[in-house]
């Protein structure tokens, strides 16, 4: 029912930024909670950045902060991640995903995602 489709990944050096999009199907951004998820080689997937479901309250994993920006544009059903001084360990498949719940930055509380959208940041 609900179709995300992430989009604006690719090779980056070290510093550099890219801005990634998230495209929702129908009224998903405003009736869900969306955020980013990422998921490096060998490891489990892990919360980068999350909305409240009001849309209302922004969220960022430690690791991210000060560097990531999570934004959207409801009218054309859309999220995007600015990424900032971008690091070779920020490197990851990025997913979007929506959650009907809302209730916290664990995977397992999210519903939908999108294919995901690689990015490699090289030193």
């Known amino acids: 029912q609900v179709q995300l489709v992430e989009s604006g990944g690719g090779l980056v050096q070290a510093g550099g930024s890219l801005r990634l999009s998230c495209a929702g199907s129908?009224?998903?951004?405003?009736?869900?909670?969306v955020g980013w998820f990422r998921q490096a080689p060998g490891k489990e997937r892990e919360f980068v950045a999350r909305?409240?479901?009001?849309?209302?309250?922004?969220y960022y994993a430690d690791s991210v902060k000060g560097r990531f920006t999570i934004s959207r544009d409801n009218a054309n059903n859309t999220m995007y991640l600015q990424m900032n001084s971008l690091k070779p360990e920020d490197t990851a498949v990025y997913y979007c995903?929506?959650?009907?719940?809302?209730?916290?930055?664990?995977?397992?509380?999210?519903?939908?995602w999108g294919q995901g959208t690689r990015v490699t940041v090289s030193s």
């Open positions: 909305f409240s479901r009001s849309g209302a309250s922004t």
């Open positions: 129908g009224r998903t951004f405003s009736r869900y909670a």
């Open positions: 995903a929506a959650s009907y719940s809302g209730y916290g930055p664990a995977p397992r509380d999210y519903d939908y």
